[in-house]
Nanobody
């Protein structure tokens, strides 16, 4: 059974840091793209970052230079290190993977596995 489980969210002040984890079971992450997405109240889901073997990682311009995506194949886990957090980063963060192998840049977002989400709140 395929499962993606996010953790690491919480309440932080602006300028603070969090590291999110996405633990994957049911397939080996080395063969797949893994992406981080977020959704704030009243807004549509947006892509944050993505990692895959076929190309360099993807970062949305809003987080470039502040967030870093990485993976640990031994733990079958993908991380999102978030530094210099801003109030506008507040959202529920989800990790996801396509059901077919491939790179981030060929991901159609049409047939995917999703985690349950973890809340990130940035507030002074």
């Amino acid at each position: 059974e395929v499962q993606l489980v996010e953790s690491g969210g919480g309440l932080v002040q602006p300028g603070g840091s969090l590291r999110l984890s996405c633990v994957v079971s049911g397939f080996t992450i080395d063969n797949y793209a893994i992406g981080w997405f977020r959704q704030a109240p009243g807004l549509e889901r947006e892509g944050v970052s993505c990692i895959s073997r076929g190309s360099g990682p993807y970062y949305d311009d809003s987080v470039k230079g502040r967030f870093t995506i990485s993976s640990d194949n031994a733990k079958n886990t993908v991380y999102l290190q978030m530094n210099n957090l801003k109030v506008e980063d507040t959202a529920v963060y989800f990790c996801a993977a396509p059901k077919v192998q491939g790179s981030c840049y060929k991901w159609a977002l049409s047939d995917d596995y999703w985690g349950q989400g973890t809340q990130v709140t940035v507030s002074s």
